[in-house]
Structure formats: C-alpha cells, structure tokens
C-alpha cells in the first residue's frame, strides 16, 4: 500500500534527514511525508489531509506536546496509528503514550534502521486494520440488503458467509404465501399521501415480523401484496406446516389491525392469503449491484392465484391441496376443485382453519354438505341451505349454496 506519514517534531535537522532516508520509497511512490513542528500545527494539517495513515510524534514540543496530541488524536473517529518519539530511559512518558493508545514509540537519538522497520511494522498493521474495515463495511452493506428479505439471524448467516452460499439461483421446493388487501386501490386514491404511508408501513411492517417470526422469507413487497417463501434459502423440512401457522398468524395480525384502523374512522380492506407448495426458480436475480431474493415458476403463480380466489370464495385463506396434504396435522375444509385461470388442470383446494373452528358443529356439518356436493346428491342444496341459515356470515357455504341455486352441480368450479 502507499502511506501517508506525518512526522511531528521540532528539531529543525530532522526534517531533512528523514527524507534523505526515505528518499526511494518516496520516489517509489510507496510512502509520502508531511512534517509539522508541534501539535497544534499537526491537528491543522491532519484536518487538511484526511488521508494520512500514520504519525510519528516527538513529545518534547511548544504549544501542544506530543502527550496531548495523541489525546486528541485518540478522541478522533479516525484513529491515526501513532509511534510516539521520546528521550532514551523516559520510561514514564512512554509509559503513559502507550497506555493512551500509541501503536509504537521509539527513542532518541532516533536509529534511523529502527524507524524504518517500525514504520514498516505500522504499515502492515494499517493495512490488517483497513481489510477488517473493508470487510466489516461489505458485511454491513450485505446485512442491509439480507435484512429486507430475512429473519435477522438469518440475515446475520448469510451476511457472515463470504461465497453467497444459499442466495445462488436454484431449483427448490417452496411454499409460496401470498397476501393481498381488499379495496386498496380505493384507499390509494381517497387518503392522504402522509395517512396512506403511515398505513401500509405500520401494515408491512407488522406482517413481516410475523412472517420472520416463523422464519419465513420475504420476497416482494409491492404496494400492499406481499409474497412470502419457506424452505429457501435454506431447509425446512417442515415448510408447509411452518407456511399454514404463519398464514394464521398473518391472517390474526391483519384482522387486528383492521379493527384499530376501524376505531379511528378509516376503512382498510381484509387481506386476502393464498399458500402453494411446489418447485420454483429460487435465489438472487438483483446481479452484482442490487439484491433481489425472489422465486419464479408456474408454483409462484397459483399462490397468487389462490389468493384472488379468496374475492369469489368468500374465504381469507385458501391452500392448494399440496400444502394440506403436506402440512402436519393439518385442520381444514375442503373448498373444491378450482379452475384456475391459465391452468388447464383443476387444483384441489381447501380452507385452513384454527382449532376451535375446526372442531366446531358447524364445521361438520359444512362438511356432510360438501360430501353430499361432490357425489351430486341433490340433498347437497337443502343441507348448505340449512348451514346458511344457521350461519349466515360462513361465506364460503353461502358461496357453494348461490352455486347449487344457479344449477351448478359437482365441486368443480371455474374463477376468473
């Protein structure tokens, strides 16, 4: 490396014999010299010449001794490797110059082999001192941009690793959550920019800590959707159990939150959560100068799909079967065989739900219903209207009974 050194001293000779003595490496490029003759003037030039390295101070100086410079220079937020120059046997001011920081000291009369070995000394621990920097600064840029995607201690791992391993783009199994907000649009043009901030930042922010609760990845975020991934970038051999309780938790979070915005008067739409398991193109697709952690695939688009076919169900959550047969111990209902749009396939879906509504009477019976539906028993519509009428606000039932009730029959249906 090329150094920057400033000499401090005010022996009027010693200027001349130090570049004397480094007359080739200063005409080598490898070391460049300043000199100021007592600590006030150091400070000034130390100020206009940010780019030194190291100094080399005498302590025996006018105005500011070289005890107080390395004060002063210790209190800086650039420390200045020091070496401090003091008198042959002045054992107690080294003493205290080494106690105050100093990397190294040196006697007089200055041996001048001794001052260039030291000084090669400082410039290999100047050089250890700037890699540290260097890496601790590409650690903390790589935390910043691991940070909008991962847990943070997910974040520390990878941020700590130096060959990208588990951000490289690869195929993997994933559970894709995707998550919407009902009526957002409307929001956006009738509130106010400073209101619809405060908002959806409060918003997102809540939903990621929920996700990153359960180890979850974060993948997009635009405008109010959010788009979510397990098992990358690393194992989870569980990701489907892990994806159906943060939907719950998600879905909890953002009931709630919608009851606090209601209190104070402002309309905020539910949020709608669709979850598939299936492989996708999984990793960074930012390049060498952005992070983008973010998955691709046919498995990415039916979450979305889900999710938007929560608007026809009635439902907030809605799972392909991929993730209820995946999922332990899963609690759920089944919603059908959907026809998503540009699928040619139907997929099976279901709804999940908590414990206490999966056990409930109701849950039941929904379901001898919907076994009724899917063996085209015309019993099927008087037991949904039964259901209904005991239970108005279950969307999903009253959604099967408009089906039935406009000659529909079977549990296959086709959504937008």
Same mark, same amino acid.
């Given at each position: 490396?090329?150094?920057?050194?400033?000499?401090?001293?005010?022996?009027?000779?010693?200027?001349?014999?130090?570049?004397?003595?480094?007359?080739?490496?200063?005409?080598?490029?490898?070391?460049?010299?300043?000199?100021?003759?007592?600590?006030?003037?150091?400070?000034?030039?130390?100020?206009?010449?940010?780019?030194?390295?190291?100094?080399?101070?005498?302590?025996?100086?006018?105005?500011?001794?070289?005890?107080?410079?390395?004060?002063?220079?210790?209190?800086?937020?650039?420390?200045?490797?020091?070496?401090?120059?003091?008198?042959?046997?002045?054992?107690?001011?080294?003493?205290?110059?080494?106690?105050?920081?100093?990397?190294?000291?040196?006697?007089?009369?200055?041996?001048?082999?001794?001052?260039?070995?030291?000084?090669?000394?400082?410039?290999?621990?100047?050089?250890?001192?700037?890699?540290?920097?260097?890496?601790?600064?590409?650690?903390?840029?790589?935390?910043?941009?691991?940070?909008?995607?991962?847990?943070?201690?997910?974040?520390?791992?990878?941020?700590?690793?130096?060959?990208?391993?588990?951000?490289?783009?690869?195929?993997?199994?994933?559970?894709?959550?995707?998550?919407?907000?009902?009526?957002?649009?409307?929001?956006?043009?009738?509130?106010?920019?400073?209101?619809?901030?405060?908002?959806?930042?409060?918003?997102?922010?809540?939903?990621?800590?929920?996700?990153?609760?359960?180890?979850?990845?974060?993948?997009?975020?635009? =405008?109010?959707?959010?788009?979510?991934?397990?098992? +990358?970038? $690393? @194992?989870?051999?569980?990701? /489907?159990? &892990?994806?159906? %309780?943060?939907?719950?938790?998600?879905?909890?979070?953002?009931?709630?939150?919608?009851?606090?915005?209601?209190?104070?008067?402002?309309?905020?739409?539910?949020?709608?959560?669709?979850?598939?398991?299936?492989?996708?193109?999984?990793?960074?697709? =930012?390049?060498?100068?952005?992070?983008?952690?973010? +998955?691709? $695939? @046919?498995?990415?688009?039916? /979450?979305? &799909?889900?999710? %938007?076919?929560?608007?026809?169900?009635?439902?907030?959550?809605?799972?392909?079967?991929?993730?209820?047969?995946?999922?332990?111990?899963?609690?759920?209902?089944?919603?059908?065989?959907?026809?998503?749009?540009?699928?040619?396939?139907?997929?099976?879906?279901?709804?999940?739900?908590?414990?206490?509504?999966?056990?409930?009477?109701?849950?039941?019976?929904?379901?001898?219903?919907? %076994?009724?539906?899917?063996?085209?028993?015309?019993?099927?519509?008087?037991?949904?209207?039964?259901?209904?009428?005991?239970?108005?606000?279950?969307?999903?039932?009253?959604?099967?009974?408009?089906?039935?009730?406009?000659?529909?029959?079977?549990?296959?249906?086709?959504?937008?």
């Amino acid at each position: 490396m090329s150094a920057t050194i400033l000499f401090v001293d005010d022996e009027p000779d010693l200027e001349a014999l130090v570049l004397q003595k480094f007359r080739r490496q200063i005409r080598d490029g490898q070391v460049t010299i300043i000199f100021a003759r007592d600590g006030v003037e150091a400070l000034a030039l130390l100020e206009q010449n940010p780019e030194v390295d190291m100094v080399v101070s005498d302590i025996n100086m006018p105005r500011m001794d070289g005890l107080s410079l390395l004060a002063k220079l210790q209190e800086a937020e650039d420390k200045k490797s020091t070496i401090i120059v003091s008198a042959y046997g002045d054992m107690s001011n080294i003493r205290t110059a080494m106690n105050r920081g100093a990397f190294d000291f040196l006697t007089k009369p200055i041996d001048f082999a001794d001052l260039e070995a030291t000084i090669e000394k400082t410039i290999r621990h100047i050089e250890m001192l700037r890699e540290v920097r260097r890496r601790q600064a590409e650690a903390e840029r790589a935390h910043a941009a691991l940070s909008r995607h991962f847990s943070p201690e997910l974040a520390r791992r990878l941020a700590a690793g130096s060959d990208g391993e588990g951000i490289e783009v690869q195929w993997r199994d994933v559970a894709t959550i995707f998550t919407d907000i009902t009526g957002f649009t409307s929001l956006v043009e009738t509130a106010s920019p400073e209101t619809l901030g405060k908002l959806l930042n409060e918003y997102v922010g809540g939903m990621t800590e929920v996700v990153f609760g359960h180890e979850g990845t974060v993948a997009k975020i635009i =405008g109010d959707a959010i788009q979510v991934l397990f098992n +990358a970038p $690393g @194992d989870q051999p569980d990701y /489907a159990t &892990r994806a159906v %309780a943060c939907a719950h938790e998600l879905d909890a979070w953002a009931q709630g939150f919608r009851a606090r915005q209601s209190a104070i008067g402002v309309t905020f739409g539910a949020t709608r959560i669709g979850i598939h398991a299936g492989p996708a193109l999984v990793g960074n697709f =930012g390049g060498n100068r952005f992070f983008d952690y973010t +998955a691709y $695939g @046919d498995s990415i688009n039916i /979450a979305a &799909r889900l999710e %938007a076919a929560n608007k026809h169900l009635g439902t907030r959550i809605c799972v392909s079967a991929s993730i209820a047969e995946a999922a332990e111990n899963f609690q759920g209902r089944p919603v059908g065989e959907l026809m998503l749009r540009g699928r040619s396939e139907p997929l099976r879906a279901f709804e999940p739900l908590q414990q206490a509504k999966f056990e409930a009477p109701e849950t039941a019976l929904y379901s001898e219903a919907f %076994a009724k539906m899917e063996a085209g028993d015309v019993a099927a519509m008087p037991a949904f209207a039964a259901l209904v009428g005991m239970h108005a606000d279950d969307s999903l039932a009253g959604f099967h009974l408009r089906r039935l009730l406009n000659g529909a029959n079977g549990i296959r249906m086709q959504l937008e």
